[in-house]
C-alpha cells in the first residue's frame, strides 16, 4: 500500500473529508470535516477524486512530506509557497508528485488561514463514526484522533478516479471579509433592540485571536441588550434555555459574538442573532486573528441563489465561477413560517428560519417548564417516524427543536407544514409515562481540576468577574445559601432530569432537578472559558451539566465525576446517557473518582443504571406536596439573584 511519510509536521496539520459526520448533533458529535469546504471540494474535485475523499488541513504552516508512489496533487487555501524538490508549484494547479521527491507545503502567511493539500486517490485512514475527519478534542477520527507528528505514515488509496483531473479557479483570499448572514432566529425586540441589530450588521467586527476551529470570537461593540437577564437561564442577557445551534450560527456568548465551527458544541444557552449562509461558510475556515468581518444580511432568496452558483461552479469545474450579489434586499427581522396558537395540550408555538438550512421550533413562554419539554419530545420523535427525504439532523432543545436539512433535497417552507401537521396531532404530555433509568454518578466535589479551571481563567480571561476566584461561594451568594457546602448538599440531594444531550459535546447533558426546591440559580461566565477539565460538572442557570470532553466553557464548576462518552470498536452508542434519565450524584474522593474514571474509560465498568419512568405527574405530585415551601425558595433566590445583579450595576 502507498504511504505519504511526515517529515515535518507543520503546525497542526488533520485529516479530513468534506461531509464529516452529519447526523450524530443530537448527541454532540460535531460534523468536524473541512473548515473551508469549498477550497477542500476544488482541490479534491482537481485531482480526480470523489468528494468522499480525505485530504489535509494545515493552519499557519504547512508540513513537509514525501511518497513512495507518483502521485497527482492540488493545494489551495492560504497556500502560497509550496514546492516540489524547491520547484514552486500553483494553488489550483494540478501536478505530479514524484515518488521519493520533498513537498513542502511551506508557511501560510496570509492572507486566509487553512491550507489544503488533496492527493490522487485519498487518505485511507479508517472511518469513524462514519467519517475519516479528525476530531482532535474528542480525539478520534484522521489519524489516531490528533494532528499529525514527525515520522508518521498515512496510507493512500487506491488511483481509482472517477472524474478527469484537472486544475481550478480558487476562491479569493483576503484580510477584509463580507460574510452573508440570515437574521435570527432570535433578535428584536425579544432580545435584541432595533438599534442593537442595526449596529450589529453595521459594525466592521475584529477576528479574535482565540478563534478556532470550534468557533470564530469577533471583537466589537457591546450588543445592544433588550432586556437585562436570561431569568432562569441566568443572569446575563444573552442567557436562554438551552437550544441547538446551527454550524455558522452566531451565538452571543456573553456580550461576545462567537460564529459556530465545523467542531462547534451543538447545545447550548445563547442567543443566536444570525445565521451564515451555506454559500459563505467556506470563509469561516480562513478568518485569521485581526481580520475585518462585515455581517451583510441578507434575504432566503439570496441565499438560495448563492448556493446555486456555488453548485454549479463545482459540478462545472472549467468555468469561471460567476459573482453573485452581495444582498437582494435586508431582511429586518427573523422569518417567521408558522405561530401555533395553544390549543388543548399544545402550547403556543414559532417555527422560525435559523439560517436557509434549519428550522427552529421553540415552544411555550421563555422559562421551564417540563411540560412542554415533554411536547417538544414528542414532536421530534413524530418527525423521526415520519422523518422525510433530505433531514439530517433533529435536535431537541429544553423548550425548542432544531431541525438541519439538505437544502438541494426538500424546502424549509414545505418542512415547516409537516411539523405544524405532526404538531396538530400529538398527545397529552401530561399523561404521558416515558421510559427512562435511574442513573448514579460519582462526583468529586471541590475536584483539583475544576480549581484549576478557575484558576486558569481568573488569570488569563477575566479576574474581576464575580464569580472569581471561587465559583462555589458566587453559587451560594446568587442562592442565599448559608454556607459554602449547602451547595453541595442541595446537588447530593437533587434528582437531576436529563433535558439535552451534547451540551458542550460528546453525550454531555443538561439536566435539572426535578424538585423546584433543588434549582440552583446562576449565570454562565461571560466571556466563557477556554478550558474546561473533562467531565466537570457545572451549574448555568438552572441547568447542571457534565462536560463531555476538555474544552471551552461557561458554566460555574462544582465537581467532577465520571466519563459520558467512551468511543472503543466494542461500543456502538458511545455517549452513556439518554434523555430523561435520572441522575443522582454520589460524593466519593477525587482518589476514589480517579480509581472509577479509569475502570469506565477502559471498559472494565459501566454507569450503574436501573429502569425507571418519568412522567408530569412525578412533577406535580412534589408541586403539591411543597407549594409553600417552593414558593419561599423560588422568591429567596429570586430576591439574591436581583441583588447580584444590582452588585454588578454598581
Request: aromatic share 6%.
Amino acid at each position: 500500500m502507498a504511504v505519504i511519510i511526515v517529515n515535518n509536521r507543520g503546525v497542526q496539520t488533520t485529516v479530513q473529508d468534506l461531509a464529516g459526520r452529519p447526523g450524530l448533533w443530537d448527541v454532540g458529535v460535531p460534523p468536524s470535516g473541512a473548515a473551508d469546504e469549498l477550497t477542500f471540494a476544488l482541490v479534491n474535485a482537481a485531482v480526480g477524486n470523489p468528494e468522499t475523499a480525505a485530504g489535509l488541513e494545515c493552519v499557519l504552516a504547512g508540513p513537509v512530506l514525501t511518497c513512495d508512489e507518483d502521485r497527482l496533487i492540488c493545494v489551495g487555501g492560504a497556500v502560497r509557497n509550496a514546492t516540489v524538490d524547491n520547484l514552486p508549484i500553483t494553488p489550483g494547479m494540478v501536478v505530479l508528485w514524484p515518488a521519493g521527491s520533498v513537498l513542502d507545503v511551506g508557511p501560510l502567511d496570509g492572507p486566509g488561514m487553512r491550507g489544503y493539500v488533496a492527493i490522487q486517490g485519498g487518505l485511507d485512514v479508517p472511518r469513524v463514526l462514519g467519517s475519516r475527519s479528525t476530531f482532535i478534542l474528542g480525539g478520534f477520527g484522521g489519524h489516531d484522533g490528533r494532528p499529525l507528528a514527525d515520522g508518521d505514515r498515512i496510507p493512500l488509496g487506491r488511483q481509482e478516479n472517477l472524474l478527469t483531473p484537472l486544475s481550478v479557479e480558487l476562491p479569493t483570499m483576503s484580510g477584509s471579509w463580507q460574510v452573508r448572514v440570515i437574521p435570527g432566529p432570535h433578535g428584536a425586540p425579544e432580545h435584541l433592540t432595533a438599534e442593537g441589530v442595526d449596529t450589529f450588521f453595521a459594525n466592521n467586527w475584529i477576528v479574535d485571536h482565540r478563534s478556532d476551529r470550534t468557533g470564530i470570537r469577533l471583537i466589537g461593540p457591546t450588543p445592544g441588550w433588550a432586556r437585562t437577564d436570561g431569568g432562569e437561564a441566568g443572569l446575563h442577557p444573552s442567557n436562554v434555555h438551552d437550544s441547538a445551534y446551527p454550524v455558522g450560527g452566531i451565538m452571543l456568548s456573553g456580550d461576545t459574538p462567537v460564529i459556530v465551527g465545523k467542531d462547534g458544541p451543538s447545545l447550548g444557552g445563547f442567543v443566536v442573532p444570525a445565521v451564515v449562509i451555506e454559500a459563505d461558510r467556506w470563509m469561516l475556515g480562513q478568518l485569521s486573528a485581526g481580520d475585518s468581518v462585515q455581517l451583510v444580511p441578507v434575504t432566503q432568496e439570496a441565499a438560495a441563489e448563492a448556493i446555486r452558483s456555488r453548485r454549479r461552479w463545482l459540478t462545472d469545474l472549467r468555468q469561471d465561477p460567476a459573482p453573485v450579489a452581495v444582498s437582494t434586499g435586508t431582511p429586518e427581522r427573523p422569518t417567521t413560517l408558522h405561530r401555533g396558537d395553544p390549543a388543548g395540550p399544545a402550547p403556543a408555538y414559532t417555527i422560525r428560519c435559523a439560517g436557509e438550512r434549519h428550522l427552529l421550533v421553540e415552544a411555550g413562554p421563555a422559562e421551564l417548564d417540563l411540560t412542554v419539554r415533554v411536547w417538544i419530545h414528542l414532536l421530534a420523535q413524530a418527525l423521526r417516524d415520519d422523518r422525510p427525504a433530505g433531514v439530517i439532523e433533529i435536535v431537541e432543545g429544553v423548550r425548542s427543536l432544531l431541525v438541519a436539512v439538505d437544502s438541494a433535497r426538500i424546502a424549509l417552507t414545505s418542512l415547516a407544514e409537516q411539523l405544524a401537521f405532526l404538531a396538530a396531532g400529538l398527545g397529552d404530555p401530561e399523561t404521558v409515562v416515558l421510559p427512562a433509568r435511574e442513573v448514579v454518578l460519582p462526583i468529586a466535589f471541590d475536584h483539583p481540576e475544576a480549581h484549576e479551571a478557575m484558576r486558569r481563567y481568573a488569570t488569563s480571561v477575566r479576574p474581576d468577574a464575580p464569580w472569581c476566584p471561587d465559583n462555589v461561594e458566587f453559587i451560594r451568594r446568587v442562592n442565599d445559601l448559608g454556607a459554602r457546602d449547602d451547595v453541595f448538599e442541595i446537588v447530593q440531594a437533587a434528582t437531576y432530569l436529563v433535558v439535552g444531550l451534547g451540551d458542550v459535546y460528546l453525550g454531555a447533558p443538561v439536566a435539572v432537578p426535578v424538585d423546584p426546591r433543588h434549582r440552583l440559580v446562576t449565570t454562565k461566565y461571560n466571556p466563557a472559558r477556554t478550558w474546561t477539565p473533562q467531565n466537570a460538572v457545572g451549574i448555568g442557570g438552572i441547568y447542571l451539566c457534565v462536560y463531555g470532553m476538555e474544552g471551552p466553557g461557561g458554566y460555574q464548576l462544582v465537581g467532577r465525576t465520571v466519563p459520558v462518552w467512551r468511543l472503543s470498536p466494542a461500543d456502538e452508542q458511545p455517549w452513556l446517557l439518554r434523555q430523561f434519565d435520572l441522575i443522582r450524584f454520589t460524593p466519593v474522593s477525587a482518589e476514589q473518582l480517579a480509581h472509577e474514571r479509569a475502570e469506565i474509560a477502559a471498559g472494565r465498568a459501566d454507569l450503574k443504571t436501573a429502569p425507571a419512568t418519568f412522567s408530569i405527574a412525578d412533577v406535580r405530585r412534589i408541586e403539591q406536596e411543597a407549594p409553600v415551601e417552593i414558593a419561599s425558595v423560588r422568591a429567596r433566590r429570586r430576591a439574591a439573584f436581583e441583588a447580584e445583579r444590582a452588585r454588578w450595576g454598581a
